[in-house]
């Protein structure tokens, strides 16, 4: 038993259980950290990351055979040929849909740290206001003030690219330089700008070093390279991921042990001494069963992975999941509404173009609903676009020659894509139960998944198409066409709550603290822990709360509190 004693243990190695090793590892506290799936190294095991396009067997597609087989994660847009070992295939990780939901993971050290799109944005006190405001969920138990300065302390280190505007709706962060916008996105800004006022669209920020400072050097990473072959790995460390940034820098400590293939059953509620002592761990490989003991536990498997774990966690104290006397654990799920995106042409500035790539996009914070309630629907949405010059097909059915060359070589019109990122409002029929008979190879009930859309996430995405093809007309785009994806909840990737924070343990299950109101020495700070979910894209948020519950957690324990 002794050597399975840890001072703390965290359960997954993604973007928020990289955060809480570091954090931990940092402040002293030998931690055990939890992975499910295999272990990825950085540079070592990017087995894609300077492949030439000739070298993938099947020019970076998916045979059709793994699309029959696996159509969930065949959906996400970032699954190809060069990065399918970093995502979970359906058939080996089977769950339940009651109703259609896309579920996304990666299970590796490092989660979907590998695997994430990297835009990263601060709530405003208005997202953290919202639900206490507007009357939906709970009241978020803390504000922006609380974690202000908790952003800040991630986003120095993880380095965040972002122009400093001054927006209450998007507040500033600690940015290493912009990334630019190209000429038609740049007019477009200001056409759209003079028309409202108020709609400034913006370029986005995102976890890329443009220019790293010595505090990412000493991390081992480099600057950002804009290959936009991110989802392979990158061989710089030019964004943020949990294997090229926080895990070594807890490795650094000498506090870390880091278990890949250890498979988290559930967590060990000690009758006698009224508290969680430890976790129980099914080797991937082996099937072996294992316990691990520890003072303080920070669950950061996922947001539904973390919703099973303790929904699993049964004992004669808590029969319903661990900390659940109030019936709400894996009730309230909520996501991001995508559905609606819109493309257009635009005239002119045909003998311009842009130079390289850009791994982000041009982003206007939410507009709808911000200083009070004003529409027919509740809360709003974050609009992206971006512009470029496609068709490069203009040799057509020329013969071949220096003449087709040429014809070749010449870009094709200007053409704009804008998309929605839509808050959708958290309720108690969203939620995530473990099946009663079916089980998956380890010996864990599967998750069943009952998520849906309601009627305001039909009006906001109605509201959505309608002010975007607006927009873009008055910017002077033509051939304007909306496009409802009708994809089904999960395919954003921003599943959230389940577990979520709150004042009350008879209506949340964690404090201001992500800590457990029931099991003090459990914290849980993953996307589980969202009471709502914003507009923004999550995980800066994840990072931070994590950041600011081990500073919590650490000084709870020096004082005897918790362990
Ligand atoms: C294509 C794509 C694009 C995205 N783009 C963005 C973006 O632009 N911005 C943004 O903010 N977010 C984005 N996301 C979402 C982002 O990846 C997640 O919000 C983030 O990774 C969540 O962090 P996490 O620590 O909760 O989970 P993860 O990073 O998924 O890590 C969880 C870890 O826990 C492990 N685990 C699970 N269950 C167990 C268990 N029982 N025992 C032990 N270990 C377990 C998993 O294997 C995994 O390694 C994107 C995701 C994808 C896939």
């Known amino acids: 038993m002794n050597s399975h004693q840890y001072d703390a243990i965290v359960v997954g190695s993604g973007i928020s259980g990289g955060w809480a090793a570091k954090e931990l590892c940092e402040k002293g506290l030998k931690t055990l950290v939890l992975e ?19 070298e993938m067997p099947h020019r970076n597609q998916i045979p059709l055979e793994d699309k029959k087989a696996n159509p969930v994660v065949n959906r996400c847009y970032a699954y190809k040929e060069d990065t399918a070992h970093f995502f979970v295939k359906d058939q080996d990780h089977p769950y339940l849909q009651e109703k259609p939901f896309d579920w996304v993971r990666g299970y590796q050290v490092g989660g979907k740290s590998l695997i994430w799109a990297r835009q990263t944005q601060r709530w405003s006190k208005y997202d953290f206001e919202g639900p206490g405001r507007d009357g939906f969920a709970v009241d978020w138990p803390i504000r922006y003030e609380d974690i202000a300065p908790w952003y800040s302390y991630v986003e120095r280190f993880v380095g965040i690219s972002g122009s400093y505007e001054g927006l209450d709706t998007l507040p500033d962060g600690e ?63 030019g964004y943020f991921s949990s294997n090229s940034s926080t895990l070594p ?8 042990t880091l278990r890949p293939d250890s498979v988290v059953h559930s967590l060990i509620w000690d009758e006698k001494k009224e508290k969680v002592t430890g976790v129980r761990v099914i080797d991937r490989v082996t099937k072996e069963a294992t316990e691990y003991f520890t003072k303080v536990i920070f669950l950061n498997a996922s947001a539904l992975n973390t919703n099973l774990i303790l ?40 003998d311009k173009y842009y130079f390289g790539r850009r791994p982000t996009a041009v982003m206007l914070p939410n507009f709808r609903n911000v200083h009070k309630q004003e529409m027919d629907f509740q809360r709003g949405y974050m609009s992206f676009y971006s512009a470029g010059r496609g068709g490069w097909g203009g040799a057509g059915d020329m013969n071949f020659g220096a003449d087709f060359k040429e014809a070749s ?35 864990i009930p599967l998750l069943k998944v009952s998520v849906d859309y309601d009627e305001n996430d039909e009006l906001l995405l109605n509201d959505f198409l309608e002010q975007g093809e607006e927009m873009l007309s008055k910017a002077g785009c033509f051939n304007i066409r909306k496009t409802d994806s009708k994809q089904s909840p999960g395919l954003d990737i921003h599943e959230m709550g389940g577990v979520r924070m709150g004042r009350d343990p008879e209506t949340s299950l964690l404090n201001g603290f992500n800590q457990m109101h029931l099991a003090p020495n459990v914290f849980v700070s993953d996307g589980a822990c969202m009471t709502s979910t914003g507009t923004q894209n999550p995980s800066i948020t994840y990072m931070a709360l994590t950041a600011r519950a081990v500073d919590y957690a650490v000084a709870a324990l020096k004082r005897n509190e918790i362990g």
């Open 311 to 350: 929904l699993n966690s049964t004992s004669s104290r808590f029969p319903n999941g661990l900390g659940n006397d109030s019936g709400i654990l894996g009730k309230y799920i909520a996501f991001h509404n995508y559905r609606g995106s819109l493309s257009a042409g635009f005239e002119g500035f045909e």
């Open 175 to 237: 940015f290493l330089p912009a990334w630019e916008m190209n000429c038609v996105e740049k007019e477009i800004q200001e056409r759209i700008l003079k028309a409202y006022g108020d709609r400034k669209f913006i370029i986005g920020r995102c976890a890329h070093l443009t220019q790293p400072k010595d505090v990412h050097l000493q991390q081992g990473r480099g600057q950002c390279m804009a290959r936009n072959q991110c989802y392979r790995g990158c061989p710089f460390g």
């Open 409 to 443: 070589a010449k870009p094709g019109p200007w053409h704009v894509f804008m998309m929605m990122q839509g808050e959708t409002i958290p309720k108690e029929s969203n939620f995530v139960s473990l099946s009663q008979d079916q089980k998956d190879e380890w010996g």
């Open 36 to 54: 499910r799936g295999r272990q990825v190294e950085h540079l070592k095991d990017y087995s894609t990351m300077t492949a030439a396009p000739w």
């Open 249 to 256: 820098a807890a490795a650094k400590t000498g506090n870390l």
